[in-house]
């Protein structure tokens, strides 16, 4: 049978595992503990010699179950499911560098990410920040220390589109690790192993779970590193072949012993909504469109931030790259415009902090997520105090624009 689709391929992802009695969903596996008649089979799991279970924090039925169908997602080798996307990023990172070690990041990241990443520095990892839709930036902030290289497909707010198949070319050839984080277009939209990605971070919170029900996180290895080059690996994780030894010690050292481990019940509301990513994702895309494009022509509305429009810088490289431009947009209001009252004036766009829900959910970027930067860093990423940012959901289109017009006033 020839290769199936996406959706295909998620929606039956479980069934062809062929969990317990028939059913097409793994079950919830509660278990913390697992026993063994065998004591040996029990020491082998242990010294990954066996297939197994071991203990809930490590591994799970239903969270493998999860893992499996994320790297079915992105076509890769194996994946590492933790209890959200900061969970993913930070135990990953921790597990593989060391003190000395460099990153150079785009510096248009999340504001958990920047957060996280200046508290490394404090740990003795040092990182450049620099703007990543260029990779002559990225290059010339390379140094003898560098091992890893973090980069967002489309950054949050301002939708910069990284130079992301040329920063693959460089890593590959520098012998760098490519770490892309791919939540906001999710792998229904975009494939970071086309692009030579070694590590893809997802939020699982997002888009992939998609019902704003849970939380959770996963780093995909896509089999494209060689990790035998790497000389952070510790010895004990190299009893496999090398292709394995990079997701062995982010799944031992980062999250068994960080202990960030997704509650089963969790990654089955994760699984479930994930069977219908692409619907959603491709619906909410349209719709996300079609607010920009009211935006961009509205007189009250200084700036559009969305890869989808013709004047967004990195356009043509967004339509190369993704299937769709994505669901996030951010607008900068007239300065006679309160963003608050703004934002009060919506009826179905929620005030909330998420993104990829099915509701369309809107926030005003420099007074929440982005306070803790300071003026200075929001300045230099190109966010002002008036940015309100939407994560547009799979409302009716029809009743998204009125909602809109009535709130901007036409």
């Not at 450049?128 to 973090?150: C, G, H, W, Y």
């Not at 031992?252 to 481990?261: H, I, P, S, T, V």
Request: glycine share 8%.
């Amino acid at each position: 049978m020839k290769k199936k689709q996406f959706t295909s391929t998620i929606l039956h992802a479980d069934r062809e595992g062929r969990p317990e009695h028939g059913v097409l969903h793994k079950p919830i596996h509660t278990s913390v503990a697992y026993g063994y008649e065998d004591a040996r089979e029990l020491a082998e799991v242990f010294q990954n010699k066996r297939q197994g279970y071991a203990y809930g924090r490590q591994n799970n039925p239903t969270i493998d179950a999860l893992a499996n169908k994320i790297t079915l997602m992105e076509q890769g080798l194996a994946s590492v499911i933790f209890a959200s996307g900061m969970a993913a990023i930070g135990s990953t990172i921790l597990s593989l560098l060391r003190s000395g070690d460099h990153i150079v990041s785009s510096a248009f990241l999340f504001g958990n990410t920047n957060s996280l990443f200046n508290t490394l520095t404090s740990l003795g990892i040092e990182i450049t920040f620099v703007d990543a839709t260029d990779v002559a930036n990225v290059e010339a902030a390379i140094r003898p220390n560098t091992k890893l290289v973090f980069v967002e497909t489309i950054a949050n707010p301002v939708t910069q589109v990284a130079d992301l198949s040329a920063i693959g070319d460089l890593c590959e050839k520098q012998k760098l690790i490519y770490f892309v984080d791919n939540t906001m277009t999710s792998p229904c939209l975009f494939l970071p192993v086309d692009v030579k990605a070694s590590l893809i971070i997802n939020s699982l919170t997002k888009y992939i779970g998609g019902h704003g029900n849970a939380l959770g996180g996963s780093v995909t290895d896509t089999g494209l590193y060689d990790w035998s080059s790497f000389d952070n690996i510790y010895d004990n994780y190299k009893n496999k072949d090398s292709a394995q030894w990079g997701i062995t010690q982010i799944r031992k050292k980062g999250l068994r012993d960080f202990g960030a481990a997704l509650a089963p019940e969790a990654a089955h509301h994760i699984s479930v909504g994930s069977d219908t990513l692409n619907l959603r994702i491709r619906h909410a895309c349209e719709n996300a469109l079609a607010i920009a494009e009211l935006c961009d022509q509205h007189p009250k509305v200084k700036k559009v931030s969305y890869p989808g429009l013709p004047a967004h810088p990195q356009h043509d490289r967004a339509r190369e790259l993704f299937k769709h431009f994505g669901a996030i947009l951010s607008i900068e209001l007239e300065d006679n415009i309160d963003c608050f009252d703004f934002l009060n004036s919506l009826e179905l766009i929620v005030s909330s902090s998420n993104l990829g829900d099915n509701r369309s959910l809107g926030i005003p970027v420099a007074h929440t997520i982005y306070f803790e930067m300071g003026p200075e860093r929001r300045t230099s990423m190109g966010i002002p105090d008036s940015m309100v940012r939407f994560s547009i959901g799979i409302e009716d289109k029809e009743d998204l624009i009125a909602d809109f017009n009535q709130a901007l006033g036409t």
